[in-house]
């Protein structure tokens, strides 16, 4: 029975309205996802932003209405990024579903003009967002009014005073930058780069600078992630090091909770005795808090069992050197297509984007493959991330629950909504998947050029290699170092020796003038 009213509802797609049906349930999926990951976001928010303390007054009571927007606005943001860093896994979970049960009810629904609707919606609420909402968020944040006006319709205005005066700005910047391009007396550097990233039929089209805008910000977060990825690559085995627990004997973890154990009883008599200071009292509370927790944790690695204990973290470690190699390996592959103009380059595949559910998209491995091109592609973005925020440059931006601040929650989604719009075009790039790009993604410029996308790949390649080798010969020399280096107290002897015959030597020479 669910079968038959299964096809027959389906039956409408055939149908003048089998169009308003289909685009009713594309709009439900659309809203529901939206809604999902727009409390994830918020949730998320809320565990990190700094409570807002406000008074009854009219001033505060306006700069909590503007804290909660600009709240509201960073939470539809990050929603955005989520969408766009999940659009590669979801589609190709999606591609897989339909291949392996056409027939089934609860797959019928998703077809490829879904799909590529929510490729389009990712692409234009991700311009929305990093071009109005954000630099809107930001402004109205920052805003106090003009001169000899208070209130909320006083910051508004003044956001959107400054909101205009910088479109104006970016807009003339565009039409200046067309202008010089496309005149006889160019400079010849400029030149080389426009017509490099872009065609010369969309230079002399006057919606240049959009495409120009949105076309150089994708080109700068595949840059940052060309950057960060490799480096990320090279630092995850320190981050996830320091999550899983290292093998450790049964009888080390014993000595250390005894060794925390005297140390906590000396802290408590130091505690009980009336000859302590407040400020020496209050450190010995704060370090009696750190051993309890250092004590529970060394208690509840003791209680696990000797396995996870001792084969967790080597597993960890090996399970993430297989990724980055084969990440890595795929990427080799890639530029051998390239040299041998085997594969087409991204986004230019005309087929695929209407016959991407077709079987001969499908990975060379199958349903394995594909998630393994999703496992990639996750921990693609995870190394990036790993890698922007372990800069010592960009350390300040890592958010600390209950304690950043709005202004840093906003340059956190703009970094991570560039990063998590452009893996899209990183993972076509790279050729880590066989899911092309979709929709308006497509319309990337410098996509085009296969010089562009053949020296990214081989940096890509050149600067993972460098990274993993310092950081292998890096610990290898350092530990070396650490096994051929004498023992501190015969070091402390040869620096006396060396002493002793120095002010030998210095003493014969006194003499001997």
């Known amino acids: 029975m669910d079968d038959s009213n299964g096809s027959n509802v389906f039956e409408l797609e055939s149908t003048d309205d089998g169009e308003f049906y ?9 809203m529901l996802v939206t809604v999902v990951l727009y409390m994830i976001s918020y949730v998320i928010l809320r565990r990190f932003k700094r409570p807002h303390v406000s008074n009854i007054s009219s001033e505060d009571i306006t700069e909590a209405t503007v804290y909660r927007i600009t709240v509201c606005l960073c939470s539809f943001t990050l929603s955005v990024s989520l969408a766009a860093s999940l659009l590669l896994p979801t589609s190709i979970i999606s591609r897989e579903l339909v291949r392996h049960w056409p027939s089934s009810y609860y797959i019928k629904w998703i077809n490829g003009k879904l799909i590529r609707e929510l490729w389009n919606g990712v692409f234009l609420c991700s311009n929305l967002s990093l071009f109005v909402l954000l630099p809107f968020s930001y402004f109205f944040l920052e805003s106090e009014g003009f001169t000899g006006t208070k209130g909320m319709v006083a910051r508004i205005k003044e956001t959107f005073t400054v909101l205009v005066l910088l479109s104006f700005v970016t807009f003339g910047c565009s039409l200046l930058l067309s202008k010089m391009v496309t005149s006889d007396h160019a400079p010849l550097t400029l030149t080389l780069v426009i017509s490099t990233l872009f065609s010369d039929k969309l230079v002399n089209t006057p919606w240049f600078m ?20 490799p480096l990320g690559l090279a630092r995850i085995f320190t981050v996830i090091g320091g999550i899983v627990m290292k093998p450790q004997l049964s009888t080390s973890l014993d000595e250390q909770i005894n060794t925390l154990d005297i140390e ?19 450190a010995h509370v704060v370090r009696l808090r750190e051993i309890e927790e250092s004590v529970r944790g060394l208690k509840e690695r003791k209680a696990m069992s000797p396995w996870r204990r001792n084969t967790m973290y080597p597993l960890t470690l090996l399970l993430l050197l297989f990724i980055t190699g084969l990440s890595v390996f795929m990427v080799i592959l890639n530029v051998l297509k390239l040299l041998l103009g085997y594969g087409p380059l991204p986004g230019l ?39 922007f925020y372990t800069n010592k440059n960009m350390r300040w931006l890592i958010p600390k629950p209950k304690d950043t601040s709005v202004t840093t929650i906003i340059i956190n989604c703009v970094v991570f909504l560039v990063m998590s719009c452009s893996l899209p075009l990183l993972s076509a790039t790279l050729g880590l998947t066989r899911f092309d790009l979709l929709g308006h993604y497509r319309t990337v410029e410098w996509l085009k050029n296969v010089n562009v996308i053949l020296v990214y790949n081989v940096s890509f390649v050149v600067l993972s290699a460098l990274c993993l080798v310092k950081k292998v010969t890096t610990a290898v020399l350092r530990e070396v170092y650490n096994q051929l280096q004498p023992p501190a107290p015969m070091r402390h002897k040869f620096y006396l020796h060396v002493t002793a ?12 003038t």
């Not at 685009?23 to 439900?28: E, K, L, Q, Y």
């Not at 000859?275 to 209050?282: A, I």
């Not at 015959?501 to 001997?512: D, E, K, Q, T, Y």
């Open 349 to 387: 595949d005309e087929s695929f984007d209407k016959e991407f559910l077709d079987s001969k998209y499908d990975s060379y491995m199958g349903s394995l493959g594909a998630f393994v091109e999703i496992g990639l592609v996750c921990y693609i973005l995870i190394a990036s991330l790993v890698g």
């Open 210 to 229: 959009y495409s120009y805008l949105y076309s150089m910000t994708s080109l700068l977060g595949v840059a940052v992630l060309l950057v960060c990825t």
């Open 264 to 282: 906590m009883e000396w802290i408590e008599r130091s505690i009980r005795s009336n000859g302590v200071s407040d400020e020496v009292l209050r």
């Open 501 to 512: 015959l120095c002010s030998i030597v210095g003493a014969l020479r006194h003499r001997a």
């Open 22 to 30: 289909q685009a009713v349930r594309h709009s439900i999926m659309a």
